[in-house]
């Protein structure tokens, strides 16, 4: 369903819960390993790293930008660009986040149960979004559907924020029991085709790690 669809039905049928209040994080990595390949094969190595990631809580977006996301095409098919006009920020945010816990590769593949504890999740947590450093928070386009973190739990049950970008074949998960983050990236191996009398490397698979704390601009 497209979402301009989806922001019809949200206007018409559901009334959406008031977004909780949750802090921003900043993480920063102490270390950085992977897989690289010659052409003998593949090879373990260390990186060095300055990686900085923060995971801003859907709370913490700037009123200004919360404006320009709502105009742009994450709520309407590109050129129809009305937006939200005769809605409040707050109003503008709670229907983000609906939306935002739904932009999940598998969300259409799950039970109806399991898409209802998803959008629950969302509705008592709130949906992060995460960046690097080098990345201005104040634009719109740091809030596309790649950029969403959730809220989760590991196999002790404790809680987690997770974030999982399919187009790029990385991941991101931080503990909030442990403090602790990891990034990691398959790279390009799978779908490496080597021209003929010639050698390119397949981008190295990548790890990195660190702590977060929490983070107040």
């Not at 404006?67 to 590109?78: G, M, N, R, V």
């Not at 399991?114 to 979004?129: H, I, P, T």
């Not at 187009?167 to 983050?181: H, N, T, V, W």
Request: aromatic share 16%; hydrophobic share 35%; net charge negative.
């Amino acid at each position: 369903m497209r979402l301009i669809c989806l922001v019809s039905l949200l206007a018409s049928f559901i009334t959406v819960a008031e977004v909780p209040s949750k802090p921003d994080y900043r993480c920063v990595a102490n270390r950085a390993y992977g897989i690289t390949y010659d052409e003998d094969g593949p090879y373990p190595v260390k990186f060095n790293t300055d990686s900085v990631f923060f995971l801003m809580h859907i709370s913490n977006i700037p009123d200004k930008t919360l404006e320009d996301i709502s105009k742009s095409s994450l709520f309407f098919d590109e050129g129809v660009g009305k937006g939200m006009p005769n809605s409040s920020v707050e109003e503008i945010r709670e229907s983000f986040n609906y939306i935002a816990s739904m932009w999940n590769p598998l969300f259409d593949f799950l039970t109806p149960d399991l898409k209802k504890f998803v959008r629950d999740k969302a509705e008592s947590q709130g949906v992060y979004f995460i960046r690097r450093s080098n990345e201005n928070p104040n634009e719109a386009r740091h809030y596309y559907p790649s950029n969403v973190c959730r809220h989760v739990t590991d196999y002790n049950d404790r809680p987690a924020i997770a974030c999982y970008n399919a187009m790029q074949r990385d991941s991101f998960i931080f503990s909030l029991y442990m403090g602790k983050f990891e990034y990691s990236s398959i790279g390009s191996w799978v779908d490496w085709v080597p021209k003929a009398g010639e050698y390119r490397k397949p981008d190295s698979s990548y790890f990195e790690q660190g702590s977060c704390e929490e983070y107040y601009r």
